[in-house]
């Protein structure tokens, strides 16, 4: 048995199994999710689990070197792009803003999308991993 917070047992398999520059999606309840794409679905209800929870715990469990945000969440949710800032404000990470279509175009080619019960628009982040050389 593994020590830490994280417990969902397909979030840590894939967290374990990625590469230097895999990329793995956090996502609200509405983003399309490619068929050929690994569903990881939490969602319960409206808002559970938040997107801001998920992201932290997540955060704290996986090495980063960049996140990347659809632009449009600069405008329509800034309340959510702020959180964001927050969780990743200790950590060194390059922050991308794409296009929302070509946000869901990158997100087919993800490790994985888990799905949240965030119903905001734009609550979804790809974070890019990075190499633990460090020994983090």
Same mark, same amino acid.
């Given at each position: 048995?593994?020590?830490?917070?994280?417990?969902?047992?397909?979030?840590?398999?894939?967290?374990?199994?990625?590469?230097?520059?895999?990329?793995?999606?956090?996502?609200?309840?509405?983003?399309?999710?490619?068929?050929?794409?690994?569903?990881? *679905?939490?969602?319960? %209800?409206?808002?559970?689990? #938040?997107?801001?929870?998920?992201?932290? +715990?997540?955060? $704290?469990?996986?090495?980063?070197?960049?996140?990347?945000?659809?632009?449009?969440?600069?405008?329509?949710?800034?309340?959510?792009?702020?959180?964001?800032?927050?969780?990743?404000? *200790?950590?060194?990470? %390059?922050?991308?803003?794409? #296009?929302?279509?070509?946000?869901?175009? +990158?997100?087919? $080619?993800?490790?994985?999308?888990?799905?949240?019960?965030?119903?905001?628009?734009?609550?979804?982040?790809?974070?890019?991993?990075?190499?633990?050389?460090?020994?983090?």
């Amino acid at each position: 048995m593994i020590r830490g917070r994280l417990l969902n047992s397909e979030i840590i398999s894939v967290l374990a199994a990625m590469g230097h520059t895999d990329q793995l999606v956090i996502a609200d309840a509405g983003l399309p999710i490619p068929a050929a794409v690994k569903r990881i *679905d939490l969602a319960l %209800e409206k808002g559970l689990p #938040s997107f801001d929870a998920t992201l932290a +715990l997540i955060a $704290s469990n996986m090495v980063m070197e960049k996140v990347i945000l659809a632009e449009e969440i600069k405008e329509n949710n800034p309340e959510v792009l702020k959180k964001i800032k927050e969780i990743l404000n *200790d950590k060194k990470i %390059e922050i991308e803003f794409v #296009s929302h279509e070509y946000f869901k175009k +990158l997100s087919s $080619s993800s490790k994985a999308i888990v799905r949240t019960g965030e119903c905001t628009p734009y609550a979804n982040i790809i974070l890019q991993s990075g190499v633990n050389f460090e020994g983090e």
